[in-house]
C-alpha cells in the first residue's frame, strides 16, 4: 500500500503539472499536449533516478528551494489581503464532503512517511532521519496550512478554479505573481515526483531483496549502482496511471492507500510496546502510553468512513493485489 501511494500519487502529480502548465497553454490540459507533458515528465524523472542516488537527491533539493521561494512569498504579501469573512463554510458540510476533503489533505499533507526509505543509502541515518521527519512534518504543516489560508481568503472563486493558487496570486500580485506561482508549483510537483521515484522503486526493490516480489526487481545497475527494473518498472506504472487518470480521483486513491498504512503502523506500535527489546538495546518509547496511536486510528478510520465505495473498492483492489503477488511469490520461493 505504501508503494500504491507512491505511484498514484505521483500519477496524479502528473496531472496536475498538466494543470498547473495549462494556466497559460489551456491545449496542455487535454488531448494530445496532456499526454506529451505526463510522458515527457514522468520518463525525464525515471531517467535522472536510474543515473544515482546522488544525482536524484541533489535534484530534489534544488526543488525543494525552488518551490518554497515562491510559497514564501505567495503567504508573506497574500496574508495582508486575506478576506477573514470568507474562512468559514459556504453552508452544511456533510460528512461524504468532509471525507473527500480530509483525503485531499492526507494527500497534500502526506509524504513525510517516506524519508526512512532511502536511509540504508544515507550516510548517518540515526543521527538524520529523526531531525528529517520532525522538520518535515513542522514546515510542511505551516507552509501548506498558510497557503491554504491565503488561497482561501483572496480568491472567492476557489472551489471552481484549477490552478488555485495561481489564481489567488494574480489577484492580489497581477500577472507577475501568477507567473511566479504557476513556474513555482511546476517546480513543486516536478520535486515531489522525483521523490515518489525515489522511494517507490527501494520499496519495490526493498520487496523483492525480502522474497515478497519477484528477484527480477532485485536488479543493479553494473554503472549507476541503482535499482534499475525497480525504476523502470514504477516509470511505466506510473505513466500508465497518469494517463489514464485525472488529479483529484488518483489523489484520493493515494489519500486511501496512505490511511491504510497509517492504521496499520500505529496498529504496530501498540503491538511493538509489549515486545521485549533486544538485549543490549535502548528502544525508545513513546510519551503518553497508547493515546496517540489510538487518536490516529480513530481519525483514520473516520476519514474511511465517509470515503465513497469507488474509493473503498480501489483500497480494496490494491491489498487484493498486493496479496496475490506475495502469495505467488512465496509459492515460487518455498523450498
Known amino acids: 500500500m505504501q508503494w500504491i501511494a507512491r505511484i498514484t500519487s505521483q500519477a496524479g502529480i502528473a496531472n496536475g503539472i498538466a494543470l498547473a502548465l495549462g494556466f497559460y497553454w489551456p491545449v ?5 499536449g496532456r499526454a506529451a507533458v ?14 544515482g542516488i546522488r544525482p536524484s537527491a541533489v535534484v530534489v533539493n534544488l526543488f525543494t528551494v525552488a518551490k518554497l521561494l515562491p510559497l514564501a512569498l505567495f503567504i508573506a504579501v497574500g496574508v495582508w489581503f486575506v478576506d477573514t469573512g470568507a474562512l468559514v463554510p ?13 483525503l485531499l489533505l492526507v494527500f497534500a499533507f502526506g509524504g513525510y512517511d517516506v524519508i526512512g526509505v532511502p536511509a540504508g543509502e544515507a550516510t548517518d541515518p ?7 521527519f520532525v522538520t518535515t512534518i513542522l514546515a510542511v504543516t505551516a507552509v501548506m496550512t498558510l497557503a491554504h489560508v491565503v488561497a482561501a481568503g483572496t480568491l472567492p472563486t476557489l472551489a471552481a478554479s484549477s490552478t488555485p493558487l495561481a489564481d489567488a496570486a494574480a489577484a492580489f500580485m497581477g500577472a507577475a505573481g501568477a507567473l511566479l506561482i504557476s513556474v ?5 510537483m516536478a520535486g515531489n515526483s522525483f521523490g515518489s521515484v525515489l522511494t517507490g522503486s527501494r520499496m519495490l526493490f526493498g520487496m523483492a531483496e525480502n522474497g515478497e516480489l519477484p528477484r527480477l526487481l532485485t536488479t543493479i545497475h553494473p554503472r549507476y549502482r541503482t535499482p534499475s527494473n525497480a525504476i523502470l518498472g514504477m516509470t ?9 487518470g485525472s488529479f483529484v480521483v488518483l489523489a484520493l486513491a493515494s489519500g486511501v492507500a496512505r490511511l491504510v498504512i497509517y492504521t496499520g503502523t500505529c496498529a504496530a506500535a501498540l503491538r511493538l510496546r509489549y515486545v521485549p527489546a533486544p538485549i543490549g538495546s535502548t528502544p525508545f518509547v513513546a510519551p503518553g502510553g497508547p493515546v496517540v496511536p489510538v487518536l490516529a486510528i480513530a481519525v483514520s478510520l473516520a476519514i474511511l468512513a465517509g470515503a465513497t465505495g469507488a474509493q473503498l473498492i480501489g483500497g480494496a483492489v490494491g491489498l487484493a493485489a498486493g496479496a496475490v503477488l506475495f502469495l505467488i511469490q512465496r509459492g515460487t520461493t518455498r523450498p
Open 126 to 132: 540515526r543521527r538524520h532521519v529523526p531531525f528529517a
Open 38 to 51: 505526463i510522458a515527457a515528465i514522468t520518463l525525464a524523472i525515471g531517467w535522472i533516478n536510474l543515473l
Open 90 to 102: 459556504a453552508g452544511p458540510v456533510t460528512l461524504s464532503q468532509a471525507s473527500a476533503a480530509a
Open 236 to 244: 511505466a506504472v506510473t505513466l500508465t496511471l497518469a494517463l489514464s
Open 28 to 32: 496542455l490540459t487535454g488531448g494530445a
Open 184 to 188: 513555482g508549483a511546476v517546480v513543486s
